[in-house]
């Protein structure tokens, strides 16, 4: 069972719709990520929060606005998405994201979001 | 910018066998490459995790290698099994990035027929 839990699995929604993406993890870290996996394409890093602060952001459209209220919890608030905003959402953790040694990143296992 | 390269983009095997997975990189300054499994409408399982300071790591039937000089690190699957189906992703953590971002490569598919 991973430590890392998404929800919904799976989302579908309308261009003008809003909807929030829910991650939260159970393993004490501190760091937490939003990555995007669309078909065809490698990983993308979305969005880092390290200790509740944002510290990166990918240049993602403000269509995609996270969230981090404390450690263990990560949203992905969206509005008005486009059709090729369709993928998968992955969220990941890690014990801080400033540590270069023996940090690996944990991932759950993802929101597919469909936008039609 | 860091590219990941990964060969083959698909790989079909009958049980039983060894096999190898490459994975290129073209900055070799990086903190660390990580060897990741994906199973299908699933989430990334983390395999192995090599600092720049190693040259492998090993986890059961599994041996990463790292060749940092050259950019290249090698994922070995000893006595391959059906459930070894899966797709395998490498990703860089590169020096002097914010924040130690992680750069994916477009992974392996992997197929273990019996």
């Known amino acids: 069972e991973t430590g890392v839990t998404q929800t919904p699995r799976h989302l579908v929604m309308g261009m003008t719709n809003k909807k929030s993406l829910k991650c939260e993890q159970h393993l004490g870290h501190n760091a937490m990520y939003w990555y995007k996996q669309s078909a065809k394409k490698p990983l993308e890093l979305m969005f880092v929060y390290n200790f509740k602060e944002q510290t990166e952001n990918n240049s993602v459209p403000s269509r995609f606005s996270p969230e981090c209220p404390n450690s263990s919890h990560l949203f992905l608030h969206l509005h008005t998405l486009q059709p090729e905003d369709s993928a998968l959402y992955l969220c990941?953790?890690?014990?801080?994201?400033?540590?270069?040694?023996?940090?690996?990143?944990?991932f759950g296992n993802g929101t597919r979001l469909t936008v039609t | 910018k860091q590219e990941v390269t990964q060969i083959p983009a698909a790989l079909s095997v009958p049980e039983g066998e060894n096999l190898v997975l490459n994975c290129s990189f073209t900055d070799s300054a990086i903190y660390n490459l990580q060897w990741f499994r994906q199973d299908p409408g699933k989430g990334l399982t983390s395999l192995l995790l090599i600092q720049s300071s190693q040259r492998e790591q090993t986890s059961g039937r599994l041996n990463a290698s790292l060749d940092k000089s050259s950019g290249r690190s090698t994922l070995y699957i000893a006595a391959s099994q059906p459930g070894d189906s899966a797709t395998y992703l490498c990703a860089v953590r590169t020096r002097g990035t914010s924040y130690g971002k992680l750069t994916f490569g477009q992974g392996t598919i992997l197929t273990v027929h019996p």
């Open positions: 990941a953790s890690s014990q801080d994201a400033l540590a270069v040694v023996n940090s690996p990143l944990h």
